[in-house]
């Protein structure tokens, strides 16, 4: 079930993301989300997950995220878990006791772009979060047994970028430890800085055969105990898929198969019609 909260994104200044930009962010009056759960809850009374949108609905505010929340655990009796995205920002400026609130009220599940742990790779893409930044976060959520899908962009850094990008993202990564991984590829689409800085070569794109070796590189630096890793977005080149570290010699055996007959083309740029639809 998703409800709606928040209209747009708060920070709405990474450079690959065109999601929200012809929307102004705003918080809706929580009266009509309340009532938007109500009708929910009498249309799909038996709905066990429910995902809080837009792009980052803790932006609204502890009180009203827990009011939310609250609301939302009161109509739904077999709720299994409340989610959305969250960011390092929203995350970092709740305290302990909020954040286990929240908890206890059934947010269990953030999912997280952290697109890179490269420090440069996420000033480039104006993230608003250093590396640090988003350790620290994933350290709050995870003392508050909130669980984080984190997700990470394969050429987001761009060639100019990509060993600071595999570098810095495998050591946040293994700093991170999540419960949820996902790579997707950074496409560049219509209407964004990325694709400006395409147009003025400020960026040069990764090849096909450059992004599944960025996978590569990644996963095979990552050291998991208990995580599922999943590469199987529209955005993916390849579906792959797996429990690490059960499967990470499997999954790194697919990924070198592939690279010898993967095109040296870049395919990541998006044709007008294809980019809306992202
Ligand atoms: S990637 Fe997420 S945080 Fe960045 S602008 Fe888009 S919705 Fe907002």
Known sequence: MLIQLTVGCSHNQCAF???YRDKRYRVRPLDDVLDDVDMAARMVPDARRVFVCDGNALSAGF????ALCRHIGSRFPRLERISAYVNAKDILRLSEEELRTLRDLGFSLGYLGLESGGAEVLKFVRKGATPDDMVEMAMKARN????LS??????AGGQALSDDHVRGTIEVINRMRPKYLSFLTAMIVPATPLMTHVKTGLFQPLTDRAVLREARDTLAGIEMNDTLFRMNHVSNLIGLGGHLPGNKAALLGQLDALIPRASDAVTCICTESEGLML
Not at 63 to 66: G, L, S, V
Not at 144 to 147: G, L
Request: aromatic letters at 6%; one cysteine or more.
């Open 17 to 19: 993301c065109a999601m």
């Open 63 to 66: 009180e009203t995220f827990a």
């Open 144 to 147: 508050a047994d909130i669980a």
């Open 150 to 155: 984190v997700i990470v962009l394969l050429g």
